[in-house]
């Protein structure tokens, strides 16, 4: 049974930072892409970063490029997103999710599988 555990979550300030962790379990995680996607209230949700398989491959979304950055550990089957500088309009629900897919494919949300069930982020301006 594959199990996706988000963890890092909370409130900060604005200009604070967060770290995520994803732990991942009842996959071969080191096969699967990871992706961080964020939801906030009343609008979809959608991609904040992406990385491969081999963590050589990492992909952003324009508005959090330079703040965020995204890593895994595939000794530990845990991805993290750090999350630096943060703004009141990064708040939301942040999911992680896993993906078969390569390359640009990482950045679609229908390429998705499976998805962990989310941990709050409220940044306070």
């Known amino acids: 049974q594959v199990q996706l555990v988000e963890s890092g979550g909370g409130l900060v300030q604005a200009g604070g930072s967060l770290r995520l962790s994803c732990a991942a379990s009842?996959?071969?995680?080191?096969?699967?892409?990871i992706g961080w996607f964020r939801q906030a209230p009343g609008k979809e949700r959608v991609f904040v970063a992406a990385?491969?398989?081999?963590?050589?491959?990492?992909y952003y979304a324009d508005s959090v490029k330079g703040r965020f950055t995204i890593s895994r550990d595939n000794a530990e089957d845990t991805v993290y997103l750090q999350m630096n500088s943060l703004k009141p309009e990064d708040a939301a629900v942040y999911y992680c999710?896993?993906?078969?897919?390569?390359?640009?494919?990482?950045?679609?949300?229908?390429?998705?599988?499976?998805w962990g069930q989310g941990t709050q982020v409220t940044v306070s301006s």
């Open positions: 009842g996959l071969t995680f080191s096969n699967y892409g």
């Open positions: 990385i491969g398989w081999s963590g050589v491959d990492t």
């Open positions: 999710a896993t993906t078969l897919a390569t390359g640009s494919y990482l950045l679609t949300r229908n390429n998705y599988g499976y």
